[in-house]
Nanobody
Framework: QVQLVESGGGSVQAGGSLRLSCVAS????????MGWFRQAPGKEREGVAA???????YYADSAKGRFSISLDNTWTTVYLQMNSLKPEDTAMYYC?????????????????????WGQGTQVTVSS
């Protein structure tokens, strides 16, 4: 059993930065893939960034050049550094874990093949 807990969300002005954290606990031996997803009210969930423990990283087009995903040295925490935030980044952000994705780009499924999810952390970006 794996548990994920997100933190780091909040309110920020456009152009500002936030760093989200997700701490994994429990039996993480079979977890090889971590991802960040977001969902705004009335909109479909979308993938933001993902990383394999081997180091491969994946980003949504909207996140490239602004967001960066990383793992700490103990392999227990995944981060999402968000810079140059825009109002359209406003959403509930979730971290998720999987053994593998069915797809070469693990964001393609929008999280359908991620079996473990955190509780979410709210990000609000104002103009």
């Amino acid at each position: 059993q794996v548990q994920l807990v997100e933190s780091g969300g909040g309110s920020v002005q456009a152009g500002g930065s936030l760093r989200l954290s997700c701490v994994a606990s429990g039996d993480i031996s079979r977890i090889n893939l971590m991802g960040w997803f977001r969902q705004a009210p009335g909109k479909e969930r979308e993938g933001v960034a993902a990383i394999y423990t081997g180091g491969s990283e994946y980003y949504a087009d909207s996140a490239k050049g602004r967001f960066s995903i990383s793992l700490d040295n103990t392999w227990t925490t995944v981060y999402l550094q968000m810079n140059s935030l825009k109002p359209e980044d406003t959403a509930m952000y979730y971290c998720a874990a999987a053994e593998y994705s069915y797809y070469r780009d693990p964001l393609y499924s929008k999280g359908a093949d991620f079996g473990v999810w955190g509780q979410g952390t709210q990000v609000t970006v104002s103009s």
